[in-house]
């Protein structure tokens, strides 16, 4: 789809008078779009957690402890492709994985956690650069944030966090976890982001 989009606007700037086709497929691919952005994520299976405190979009989450598959690269489109192609069946198994939100990042990895289905056992994938490990139980302090994944509202979230467990006196891991439950196709005012902090025992 994004290649189509990015092929639509190409003919358009070449061929600006004789160019109804591309705008009709430019026209396409964004009602396809809105569409994607509109069930975005509402399809999808979330991580599950405990909330043991809320104040607006600060929370502190129980996790129990998660099945993931997990490559190097984070925010990088080569891995999120290796990850969705063994959850797409590129596996031991050749077994289709369902897909769940949020995707993870952290430390320059990137990371799917694997639905309920799958926690107990999951296929070996057939890329080696696709880990399949099994995060800790553990508590995480969480700030969301709308936008752009990569965006302004992600140093702002991050500084609200820290001062708001300072305020509590709350102990945390300094390198945060990065969540993402949207596609890139979703309008940035609806998209739902959030930025983790892991807590100290």
């Known amino acids: 789809m994004k290649r189509f989009f990015f092929s639509a606007l190409h003919a358009l700037?070449?061929?600006?008078?004789?160019?109804?086709?591309?705008?009709?497929?430019?026209?396409?691919?964004?009602?396809?779009?809105?569409?994607?952005?509109?069930?975005?994520?509402?399809?999808?299976?979330?991580?599950?957690?405990?909330?043991?405190?809320?104040?607006?979009?600060?929370?502190?989450?129980?996790?129990?402890?998660?099945?993931?598959?997990?490559?190097?690269?984070?925010?990088?489109?080569?891995?999120f492709m290796r990850l969705f192609r063994y959850i797409g069946g590129a596996n031991e198994k050749g077994e289709k994985?369902?897909?769940t939100t949020p995707v993870l990042m952290e430390k320059r990895t990137m990371s799917f956690v694997l639905p309920q289905s799958h926690q107990k056992e999951a296929p070996r994938a057939g890329d080696t650069a696709v880990e399949i490990t099994t995060l800790p139980a553990r508590q995480m302090a969480v700030c969301s944030y709308s936008g752009r994944p990569e965006g302004a509202?992600?140093?702002?979230?991050?500084?609200?966090?820290?001062?708001?467990?300072?305020?509590?006196?709350?102990?945390?891991?300094?390198?945060?976890?990065?969540?993402?439950?949207?596609?890139?196709?979703t309008l940035p005012a609806q998209r739902l982001n959030e930025v983790m902090l892991p807590l100290k025992p």
């Open 13 to 79: 700037r070449r061929r600006p008078i004789a160019s109804s086709s591309a705008l009709l497929l430019l026209a396409g691919v964004v009602v396809c779009c809105q569409s994607c952005a509109s069930s975005s994520r509402k399809n999808y299976p979330t991580t599950p957690y405990r909330t043991v405190a809320a104040e607006g979009r600060l929370s502190i989450r129980e996790y129990p402890a998660l099945k993931i598959a997990r490559t190097s690269g984070a925010e990088d489109g080569g891995s």
């Open 153 to 185: 509202g992600r140093a702002q979230a991050l500084e609200q966090l820290r001062a708001w467990l300072q305020a509590r006196k709350l102990a945390w891991v300094e390198e945060p976890v990065y969540a993402v439950y949207d596609g890139p196709f």
């Open 97 to 99: 994985i369902s897909m």
